[in-house]
């Protein structure tokens, strides 16, 4: 078996192209027990996102996990699906579409797709794809504003081990993270107020992240860090006070102890101390997905209202809003630096030599 995928023919009508891949975590096809199976088993088995020794790990997964937990989530699925399928996947797609309208109205052209790092369509897939239209320099975009080695490193590990089987590999680019740009901060600024000036203000912001287990931030991952950067620098935008916001960890798995202060335990807690109106968002999210319209807008609604809250509000992701694709573009495009859209085909170049040959010859 060869060492290294065979390349597609040489074409001499193929211009070399720019592009940019946007990668979001991913999702079961359907809702049901027998999509999110794999989907789960895939996410789970990855060694970036469950650090412990793998035969430890794929035991527990493999006998108590797999059995019991897909029929749980497609119900949570099926809570959110929307009629084109996945909030995650139509978000994503849409995101990608509408930046790539956004550069055609201006007159550039890259290549401008989306993939999963879990399920379909996966990052080998697309990249393929995008080898076969002339793909020569590629900007990754893990969908995640802070860095996290679960998240962003998992992505860069995809990539990574997909042109590991090319022979001829693309210059390469990496969105790190965007944390604290200007223009991802005034975003979610823009979509906070824009709410409030639809149903007034809250008692109290939560700005809510995904859990990531406590070991991570000591060992060195700087998650955590980014994530109250975002959330300092949102509420220094807004002018709020240090008593209007907080900062609260999701998504809790297992038994060891993950990032706190909890979300749902946080809400319920103010639902008793007496706050009567909350609005929470997520700025760890790119598109909304089932821990942001589920876990959030439904689980955390409930807990919130049950323990005493008057009123609950999930202010949406920033998904494919008008103004964050024009902010996003502008964020991608100091990335993307110096790198043309593309690069003349052989025949586009000899067409133009020509008509260089031929001007000069009227010329004389």
Sequence with gaps: MARYAPEPPFRHDRPQRTGVLLVN???????????????????????????????????????????????????KYASIWLDEGSPLEVYTERLTHALESHWTERGREPLVRWAMR?????????LARMKEEGLRRLLVVPLYPQYCASTTASVFDAVAAELMRWRDVPE????????????????????LETHWAQHGRPDKLILSFHGMPRRTLELG?????????????????????????????????????????????????????????????CPGF????????????????????????????????????????ERFAALLEDHLGHWPDRTPSTDEELQARLARAKAMGAKQ
């Design 25 to 75: 975590l991913g999702t079961p096809a359907a809702p049901t027990p027998e999509a999110v199976r794999p989907f789960l088993r895939e996410f789970l088995s990855d060694p970036r996102v469950i650090e412990l020794p793998r035969w430890l790990w794929q035991t527990i997964l493999h006998l108590f996990i797999l059995p019991r937990r897909p029929k749980a989530n497609a119900q």
């Design 118 to 126: 879990y399920g379909e369509p996966s990052v080998a897939k697309v």
């Design 172 to 191: 390469l680019r990496l969105v790190r993270h965007w944390h604290d740009d200007p223009r991802y901060i005034e975003a979610l600024a823009q979509t």
């Design 221 to 281: 991952d700087p998650y955590h860090c980014e994530c109250h950067k975002t959330a300092r620098l949102v509420a220094e935008r807004l002018g709020l006070a240090p008593d209007q916001w907080l900062v609260t960890f999701q998504s809790r798995f297992g038994r060891a102890r993950w990032l706190e202060p909890y979300t749902q335990p946080t809400l319920e807690r103010l639902a008793r101390e007496g706050v009567a109106r909350v609005d929470v968002l």
């Design 286 to 325: 790119a598109t909304d997905c089932l821990e942001t319209l589920e876990e959030i807008g439904m689980e955390c609604r409930t807990a919130f209202l049950e323990a005493g809250g008057k009123q609950f509000h999930y202010v949406p992701c920033l998904n494919d809003s008008p103004f964050w694709v």
